[in-house]
């Protein structure tokens, strides 16, 4: 395939771990906002962040199973993969040879103050690994190594981001521009999906099933679990996240998936009971998830197309990060190449 690399349209990339069930979270704070970047001014590239993945255990036959269908997913929710350079992580060596680089000018004290690995090490203490340590090192790279402008994420990665923005600085203050500066770019409405069960908190695979929907959860576990989740027990639809973290979630659920506010989503729904509440959620999610659920089983079912398309799309990545690899690597001074 001959995609050619136009250079002066900007750079968006984004990456999403196959390390397990993708929530509605990661769809409304992440996915659904890679489709909203004009073709004719971005070239995008959507990775599936294998190597970030076994930073915690994972069995093999399963990851290797989940990168081709998170692979499925970014093309149902819309992604052209002849337009968006979808591809494996693992397949572009260049990250992990920029990663090594870009640890060299990452102080210990900045990892040290991530709140995901905190929270990480916390959770997996048999197996605080230097992988976990140096994981948004390993971001980082897969950011500057394409000369990104914009990094859709969650709000969750906004750290990591800070971190990817303060290390191109301080490499470009060093050896001259070397990296594009990147800007995070977080969804506004539902940006931070919280749980349905203790709406303080993200929405997360790593709870309780009913806390969370998944994108491949069926119509009828969809309507259970949001019909379960937590409410209050003043019965008025109003949009109050600090008082009624419940009500306001599933509001916010409304908004993203409708493109209006809370508030509005609440106007609309006044003066109702909590259960038509729940119902619209429930419409409003099933009617976003099932076309996609649909396509993603098509694509499930013809597995040979979705792997033709990562490996085309792993040699064009390999190919823009080659160029930026190389220029890195002189600039720091490694050994110059003989012209083979
Ligand atoms: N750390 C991100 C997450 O867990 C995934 C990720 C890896 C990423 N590399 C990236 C996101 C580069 C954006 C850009 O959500």
Redesign the pocket.
């Given at each position: 395939m001959e995609t050619p690399i136009i250079q002066p349209k900007k750079i968006v990339?984004?990456?999403?771990?196959p390390s397990g069930t993708l929530t509605l979270g990661n769809y409304i704070g992440?996915l659904r906002n890679f489709n909203r970047f004009p073709e004719d001014e971005y070239q995008c590239l959507y990775?599936v962040?294998d190597m970030?993945a076994i930073t915690v255990r994972q069995d093999p036959a399963a990851l290797r199973k989940r990168c081709l269908e998170l692979a499925g997913i970014y093309i149902a929710s819309g992604l052209d993969p002849k337009k968006n350079v979808l591809y494996c992580q693992s397949h572009v060596s260049g990250h992990a040879e920029l990663m090594w680089i870009l640890n060299c000018f990452t102080y210990m004290g900045e990892l040290n103050r991530m709140t995901q690995f905190k929270d990480k090490s916390a959770k997996h203490a048999d197996n605080i690994n230097a992988g976990l340590f140096t994981y948004p090192v390993?971001?980082a790279a897969?950011?500057l190594l394409f000369n990104t402008s914009v990094?859709p994420?969650?709000a969750d990665?906004k750290q990591?981001l800070e971190l990817a923005r303060d290390i191109a600085q301080r490499f470009n203050g060093i050896y001259g521009d070397v990296f594009t500066v990147p800007e995070g770019r977080f969804g506004k409405v539902g940006a931070r999906v919280m749980s349905l069960q203790e709406p303080t908190r993200k929405m997360s695979k790593s709870d309780p099933e009913d806390t969370y929907i998944a994108l491949l959860d069926p119509p009828d576990v969809i309507r259970r679990k949001i019909k379960r989740a937590v409410t209050d027990s003043d019965a008025e639809i109003r949009f109050d996240p600090e008082n009624k973290p419940g009500v306001s979630n599933l509001l916010s659920i409304i908004a993203a998936l409708t493109d209006q506010t809370p508030e509005q989503a609440a106007a609309e729904l006044q003066g109702q009971g909590y259960g038509k509440l729940k119902e619209r959620v429930t419409d409003c999610v099933i009617a976003t998830l099932e076309p996609l659920q649909s396509e993603h089983k098509r694509l499930m079912a013809d597995k040979g197309y979705v792997q033709g398309i990562l490996d085309e799309n792993a040699e064009i990545a390999n190919r823009m990060a080659t160029k930026m690899l190389r220029k890195v690597q002189r600039k720091v001074g490694f050994a110059e190449r003989g012209r083979r």
């Open positions: 990339y984004s990456g999403i771990q992440a990775c962040v970030h390993l971001m897969d950011i990094v994420i969650g990665q990591h």
